[in-house]
């Protein structure tokens, strides 16, 4: 059995990071509300916010270096070449804002935190996240995509 270590790894640190989020600063890790607020928060609120996202930042870029070195010397599929034509870039980001706001929160809140705390309403927002994922996948690789 290969087990998925990178992703149980990664699952761990999530967990943590919003325990220690909320722990030290009472604060729910809801990157939505976090990027948010980095910019319309109070200023003594800001701090904290940016370091957050820079630290989600440097966390990706070294994962990709990593992953980079330890493969076949193949460099990440994060290559302006390898990436979706700008429109339907804009188009996702735009429905991704309109969802996350629509929503009240993100997958990070509501579903690493939110469903942590025993929230209803989490829950109802994962499930219409996963169903939403599940068709969109769906009619992408069978139904004609976008493409």
């Not at 990178?6 to 943590?16: C, D, K, R, T």
């Not at 829950?123 to 004609?144: E, N």
């Amino acid at each position: 059995m290969n087990l998925p270590w990178a992703a149980i790894a990664g699952g761990g640190l999530i967990g943590a990071s919003a325990v220690v989020l909320l722990a030290t600063l009472g604060r729910v890790a809801g990157i939505s509300g976090i990027a948010a607020g980095a910019v319309a928060a109070p200023r003594g609120d800001r701090g904290w916010r940016w370091a957050f996202l820079l630290g989600l930042m440097v966390a990706a870029a070294a994962a990709a270096v990593l992953s980079w070195q330890a493969g076949a010397g193949q460099p990440p599929r994060v290559l302006l070449r390898d990436a979706l034509p700008a429109w339907q870039l804009i188009c996702a980001g735009v429905l991704v804002g309109f969802g996350t706001r629509l929503g009240n929160g993100c997958t990070s809140g509501h579903g690493v935190c939110g469903l942590a705390r025993g929230s209803r309403r989490s829950l109802v927002a994962v499930l219409v996240f996963m169903a939403c994922a599940m068709l969109t996948t769906f009619l992408v690789r069978h139904g004609g995509g976008l493409s």
